[in-house]
């Protein structure tokens, strides 16, 4: 057998290899066109008082000062801090 000869035996042993050990290509999945995607209808929740942050159970500490002053003495300390600036 020439070289020639045995170099041509080769090659077809060789592709014959390649293309029973090529990976098998994927089938061609239909195209779909973008779209929007409907939201599904849930039903409207009642919303209630929003949660305390911390113990619910636990009465505060202080009270606001604008529930222990009145709409005049507010006036007044706010006339008098102003007078003093002026000074």
Do not use: Y
């Not at 929007?36 to 209630?48: D, I, L, M, R, V």
């Amino acid at each position: 057998m020439s070289k020639q000869a045995l170099a041509e035996v080769l090659r077809r042993i060789m592709k014959k290899a390649i293309v029973e050990n090529a990976p098998v290509k994927a089938p061609e999945k239909p195209k779909q066109e973008p779209g929007t995607k409907e939201k599904p209808s849930t039903p409207e929740k009642p919303k209630g008082p929003s949660r305390k942050v911390g113990d619910p159970h636990k009465a505060p500490q202080h009270v606001p000062k604008k529930a222990t002053m009145n709409e005049d003495e507010m006036l007044n300390k706010i006339v008098s801090r102003f007078k003093s600036k002026k000074k």
